[in-house]
Protein backbone atom coordinates (compact mmCIF):
# COMPACT_ATOMS: atom_id res chain seq x y z
CA UNK A 1 0.00 0.00 0.00
CA UNK A 2 1.53 3.67 -0.82
CA UNK A 3 1.49 5.81 2.27
CA UNK A 4 0.79 9.47 1.46
CA UNK A 5 1.51 12.31 4.19
CA UNK A 6 -0.49 15.59 3.65
CA UNK A 7 -0.70 18.45 5.64
CA UNK A 8 -4.40 20.14 6.75
CA UNK A 9 -5.71 23.53 7.42
CA UNK A 10 -5.94 22.95 11.44
CA UNK A 11 -3.92 25.59 13.17
CA UNK A 12 -5.30 25.78 16.54
CA UNK A 13 -2.94 26.07 19.31
CA UNK A 14 0.40 26.84 16.52
CA UNK A 15 2.59 29.68 17.42
CA UNK A 16 3.24 31.41 14.56
CA UNK A 17 5.79 34.17 13.58
CA UNK A 18 5.53 37.08 10.97
CA UNK A 19 8.55 39.06 9.69
CA UNK A 20 7.38 41.70 7.59
CA UNK A 21 8.83 44.76 6.22
CA UNK A 22 7.91 48.21 6.59
CA UNK A 23 9.46 49.29 3.16
CA UNK A 24 6.20 49.32 1.04
CA UNK A 25 3.47 49.05 3.64
CA UNK A 26 0.87 50.76 2.26
CA UNK A 27 0.89 47.57 0.14
CA UNK A 28 2.84 45.14 2.69
CA UNK A 29 -0.10 46.17 5.51
CA UNK A 30 -2.66 44.43 3.00
CA UNK A 31 -0.23 41.32 2.92
CA UNK A 32 -0.36 41.15 6.74
CA UNK A 33 -4.14 41.85 7.00
CA UNK A 34 -4.66 38.90 5.10
CA UNK A 35 -2.43 36.63 6.38
CA UNK A 36 -3.78 37.23 10.10
CA UNK A 37 -7.13 36.99 8.69
CA UNK A 38 -6.21 33.49 7.27
CA UNK A 39 -4.50 32.54 10.16
CA UNK A 40 -7.79 32.85 12.32
CA UNK A 41 -9.65 31.30 9.89
CA UNK A 42 -7.44 28.15 10.15
CA UNK A 43 -8.24 28.35 14.03
CA UNK A 44 -4.82 30.42 15.18
CA UNK A 45 -5.73 32.49 18.40
CA UNK A 46 -4.78 36.17 18.15
CA UNK A 47 -2.24 35.54 21.33
CA UNK A 48 -0.38 32.86 19.15
CA UNK A 49 0.69 35.34 16.27
CA UNK A 50 3.78 37.45 16.50
CA UNK A 51 4.67 40.43 14.38
CA UNK A 52 8.22 41.16 13.63
CA UNK A 53 8.48 44.37 11.39
CA UNK A 54 11.90 45.22 10.14
CA UNK A 55 12.40 48.27 7.75
CA UNK A 56 13.24 46.65 4.58
CA UNK A 57 12.81 43.30 3.09
CA UNK A 58 17.05 43.41 2.85
CA UNK A 59 16.79 42.76 6.95
CA UNK A 60 14.34 39.61 6.47
CA UNK A 61 16.54 36.31 6.58
CA UNK A 62 18.97 37.69 8.74
CA UNK A 63 15.98 38.29 11.34
CA UNK A 64 14.64 35.27 10.51
CA UNK A 65 17.98 33.84 10.99
CA UNK A 66 17.96 35.07 14.50
CA UNK A 67 14.68 34.11 15.17
CA UNK A 68 14.45 30.09 14.30
CA UNK A 69 17.29 29.84 16.71
CA UNK A 70 14.56 30.78 19.37
CA UNK A 71 12.64 28.10 18.48
CA UNK A 72 9.55 30.39 19.80
CA UNK A 73 7.08 29.61 16.91
CA UNK A 74 5.70 26.42 15.54
CA UNK A 75 6.19 28.22 11.90
CA UNK A 76 7.45 31.58 10.37
CA UNK A 77 5.80 33.66 7.14
CA UNK A 78 8.05 36.27 5.44
CA UNK A 79 6.44 39.00 3.88
CA UNK A 80 7.36 41.81 1.96
CA UNK A 81 7.05 44.22 -1.28
CA UNK A 82 9.89 44.67 -3.44
CA UNK A 83 8.71 46.65 -6.97
CA UNK A 84 11.33 47.10 -9.40
CA UNK A 85 12.71 50.45 -10.20
CA UNK A 86 14.93 51.70 -12.69
CA UNK A 87 18.12 50.35 -11.43
CA UNK A 88 19.84 47.12 -10.80
CA UNK A 89 19.05 47.92 -6.74
CA UNK A 90 15.80 45.57 -7.59
CA UNK A 91 17.89 42.76 -8.60
CA UNK A 92 20.38 42.53 -6.39
CA UNK A 93 17.84 42.95 -3.10
CA UNK A 94 15.44 40.56 -4.56
CA UNK A 95 18.12 38.44 -4.98
CA UNK A 96 19.58 38.44 -1.79
CA UNK A 97 15.94 37.46 0.54
CA UNK A 98 14.90 35.17 -1.55
CA UNK A 99 18.47 33.63 -1.37
CA UNK A 100 18.82 33.91 2.17
CA UNK A 101 15.04 32.72 3.02
CA UNK A 102 15.67 29.76 1.06
CA UNK A 103 19.05 29.09 2.64
CA UNK A 104 17.19 29.52 5.85
CA UNK A 105 14.29 27.51 5.26
CA UNK A 106 16.74 24.61 4.07
CA UNK A 107 18.47 25.09 7.67
CA UNK A 108 14.95 25.72 9.65
CA UNK A 109 13.20 22.89 11.50
CA UNK A 110 10.02 24.39 11.05
CA UNK A 111 8.04 25.53 8.18
CA UNK A 112 9.05 29.36 6.67
CA UNK A 113 7.01 30.24 3.76
CA UNK A 114 7.47 33.13 1.49
CA UNK A 115 5.04 36.09 1.10
CA UNK A 116 7.29 38.48 -0.76
CA UNK A 117 5.59 40.08 -3.77
CA UNK A 118 8.48 41.20 -6.28
CA UNK A 119 6.53 43.33 -9.18
CA UNK A 120 7.80 45.23 -12.20
CA UNK A 121 4.72 48.00 -11.00
CA UNK A 122 2.93 49.22 -7.83
CA UNK A 123 -0.56 47.91 -9.87
CA UNK A 124 0.69 44.33 -9.76
CA UNK A 125 1.72 44.78 -6.46
CA UNK A 126 -1.56 46.15 -5.46
CA UNK A 127 -3.19 42.87 -7.37
CA UNK A 128 -1.65 40.30 -5.57
CA UNK A 129 -2.52 42.31 -2.21
CA UNK A 130 -6.11 41.77 -2.30
CA UNK A 131 -7.90 42.87 -5.41
CA UNK A 132 -7.30 40.50 -8.81
CA UNK A 133 -4.43 37.87 -8.06
CA UNK A 134 -6.06 37.36 -4.26
CA UNK A 135 -3.48 38.29 -0.94
CA UNK A 136 -0.27 36.36 -1.50
CA UNK A 137 -0.28 36.86 2.44
CA UNK A 138 -2.95 34.81 2.60
CA UNK A 139 -1.65 32.52 0.50
CA UNK A 140 1.64 32.10 2.57
CA UNK A 141 -0.27 32.40 6.37
CA UNK A 142 -2.46 29.02 4.62
CA UNK A 143 0.68 27.73 3.34
CA UNK A 144 2.10 27.58 6.68
CA UNK A 145 -0.40 26.29 8.60
CA UNK A 146 -0.67 23.22 6.28
CA UNK A 147 3.54 22.60 5.99
CA UNK A 148 3.21 22.48 10.03
CA UNK A 149 1.04 19.95 10.20
CA UNK A 150 2.39 18.25 7.42
CA UNK A 151 5.86 19.00 9.49
CA UNK A 152 4.34 17.22 12.42
CA UNK A 153 2.92 13.94 10.48
CA UNK A 154 6.66 13.64 8.61
CA UNK A 155 7.91 14.02 12.11
CA UNK A 156 5.91 10.62 13.40
Request: aromatic content about 6%.
Amino acid sequence: MIKTYEGTYEGKGHKIGIIMSRFNDFIGNQLLEGAVTELHRQGVNEADITIIKVPGAFEIPGTLSLVLKQNRFQGIVCLGVLIRGNTPHFEYISSAVTNGIGQCTIESKIPVTYGILTTDTVEQAIERAGTKAGNKGADAARTLVEMINLYKKLEG
